[in-house]
């Protein structure tokens, strides 16, 4: 009796939090699609929301069961687009006329996909994606009308004003979601004032609040607001023995209650959320010269006692991401590179261990990405003052008849060709866009995995590298 009442509230539970997504027609056709939503807004990853396999007119229906309001997306030729899916509703969508890339775009690193809200058929006026498509466009035009006076003066009159004629006119929307995502980017606008400070913000909006995982605006300020928050605090006086916790390797009470000396950081929940959008910013933004650098050993003790002992599951899953993220970012770190066989101008075969002893600045290129051969002509007169210090190695992946077209004049330092039949070194490297860079140390182990471009401060992040 007890299996089935299990499985007959399983079944009632699933038809509570369904939703639907329908598509009758598209150009779509015998495709697999993927729809997917960020995990969580501090580390990024992605989930699979669905995979739905078109028929021989593009259509598709398929049910999912998310219990909550979540954005989802899908990749479609060179759209990305995005909606919002709400608990019990069925979607009649029409997505865009198909366009696939074209091989450069493809190829681009810095190819921005055009954005494209998927027309909902059976949209009603309350629908949660008309109601944030409206606000955002009043939101925008007053924003770009207004920024210097909303920039410069503190306790700006208009902000106030703005707040008050936007709740009016949404007045009579009853949507949770939509007023949470409302409060908070007029919050926003009040945190770009001239007086910026997470205190204020942060003791309103934030602290003693519900923390909105899945809400974007609410995560879009989180972020902006406690960016290099570690960095951040570190030079208050509140804050002045929060570098010796971390570097002690100490614990996350202790931590807490480091921050805890501010009166706007107060609720422990909210603490282990900054925690966390301070771990991962430490792990993956670049560090300037000048900010604190704190040990990753430490980081990641941090990282891990909250993974496994924390209260907080959705902080669990967020800890356990930025876990995810940092294994993958280290998969060829501190591991010494395979020797490869490669072509120079001159037929000749050219080996990795030629160049042991050096530092190797090993990027990977194509003669028909523009970025990439922008990156070459960058790398011109770093090279010119540092061929001492580190040896540049570029190795073009296309066609070899277009390499052979390259003007050596320019560039001083090895041009190779890789091999038709071997592209281990392409599968080592995981290369799926370019241009790629990589540091290699002096014995060929991977010391950055990927490397900054030139152009991304690289010579900044070498001798920082040596120093250690």
């Known amino acids: 009796m007890k299996r089935y009442l299990f499985l007959f509230f399983v079944f009632v539970s699933i038809q509570l939090f369904s939703q639907t997504i329908v598509v009758e027609k598209s150009d779509y056709k015998n495709e697999t699609l993927v729809f997917y939503a960020f995990s969580d807004y501090i580390s990024m990853i992605k989930d699979t929301i669905a995979i739905v396999n078109t028929d021989e007119n593009g259509a598709f229906s398929r049910q999912l069961s998310l219990s909550t309001i979540r954005c989802v997306f899908i990749d479609l030729g060179v759209y990305h687009c995005s909606l919002y899916l709400e608990p019990q509703k069925v979607y009649q969508l029409k997505f865009p006329d198909k366009r696939v890339k074209t091989t450069v775009e493809e190829l681009n690193i810095y190819f921005e996909p055009i954005e494209y809200p998927i027309d909902i058929v059976n949209s009603s006026p309350t629908d949660i994606n008309l109601l944030l498509y409206s606000f955002d466009q009043i939101y925008d035009e007053f924003?770009?009308?207004?920024?210097?006076?909303?920039?410069?003066?503190?306790?700006?009159?208009?902000?106030?004003?703005?707040?008050?004629?936007?709740?009016?006119?949404?007045?009579?929307?009853?949507?949770?979601?939509?007023?949470?995502?409302?409060?908070?980017?007029?919050?926003?606008?009040?945190?770009?004032?001239?007086?910026?400070?997470?205190?204020?913000?942060?003791?309103?909006?934030?602290?003693?609040?519900?923390?909105?995982?899945?809400?974007?605006?609410?995560?879009?300020?989180?972020?902006?607001?406690?960016?290099?928050?570690?960095?951040?605090?570190?030079?208050?006086?509140?804050?002045?023995?929060?570098?010796?916790?971390?570097?002690?390797?100490?614990?996350?009470?202790?931590?807490?209650?480091?921050?805890?000396?501010?009166?706007?950081?107060?609720?422990?929940?909210?603490?282990?959320?900054?925690?966390?959008?301070?771990?991962?910013?430490?792990?993956?933004?670049?560090?300037?010269?000048?900010?604190?650098?704190?040990?990753?050993?430490?980081?990641?003790?941090?990282?891990?006692?909250?993974?496994?002992?924390?209260?907080?599951?959705?902080?669990?899953?967020?800890?356990?991401?930025?876990?995810?993220?940092?294994?993958?970012?280290?998969?060829?770190?501190?591991?010494?590179?395979?020797?490869?066989?490669?072509?120079?101008?001159?037929?000749?075969?050219?080996?990795?261990?030629?160049?042991?002893?050096?530092?190797?600045?090993?990027?990977?290129?194509?003669?028909?990405?523009?970025?990439?051969?922008?990156?070459?002509?960058?790398?011109?007169?770093?090279?010119?003052?540092?061929?001492q210090d580190i040896e540049i190695v570029s190795v073009f992946t296309d066609d070899i008849s277009e390499f052979y077209q390259l003007d050596t004049t320019k560039y001083a330092w090895p041009l190779l060709h890789t091999l038709k039949n071997d592209e281990s070194i392409l599968e080592y490297y995981k290369l799926i866009t370019w241009p790629q860079f990589f540091l290699l140390s002096a014995k060929g182990m991977v010391i950055a995995s990927p490397a900054p471009s030139i152009q991304e401060n690289f010579e900044m992040k070498f001798f920082e590298l040596i120093d250690k």
Request: with cysteine.
């Open 143 to 387: 924003l770009s009308r207004n920024f210097d006076s909303i920039y410069r003066y503190p306790q700006s009159k208009i902000t106030s004003d703005f707040e008050s004629k936007i709740n009016n006119y949404y007045s009579e929307i009853n949507n949770q979601y939509f007023d949470e995502y409302k409060n908070y980017r007029i919050a926003e606008l009040k945190y770009l004032g001239p007086n910026r400070s997470y205190e204020t913000i942060g003791f309103k909006y934030f602290n003693g609040e519900k923390i909105l995982y899945n809400n974007f605006a609410y995560m879009h300020l989180f972020n902006l607001m406690y960016k290099d928050f570690f960095n951040l605090y570190a030079n208050t006086k509140e804050g002045e023995k929060l570098v010796n916790i971390i570097r002690e390797g100490r614990s996350v009470i202790k931590l807490k209650k480091c921050l805890e000396n501010n009166p706007s950081l107060s609720d422990s929940n909210l603490e282990e959320l900054i925690i966390l959008k301070a771990i991962n910013d430490e792990l993956f933004n670049p560090r300037m010269v000048s900010q604190i650098h704190f040990p990753r050993p430490q980081l990641k003790i941090i990282l891990d006692s909250i993974q496994f002992f924390s209260s907080n599951l959705e902080h669990r899953k967020i800890a356990e991401n930025i876990n995810k993220k940092a294994r993958a970012d280290c998969s060829i770190k501190n591991k010494i590179s395979p020797d490869f066989n490669l072509l120079n101008f001159s037929g000749d075969t050219v080996s990795l261990s030629d160049f042991k002893g050096k530092y190797v600045y090993l990027n990977f290129m194509r003669t028909d990405v523009v970025p990439a051969m922008e990156s070459m002509d960058r790398m011109i007169n770093f090279y010119k003052d540092h061929q």
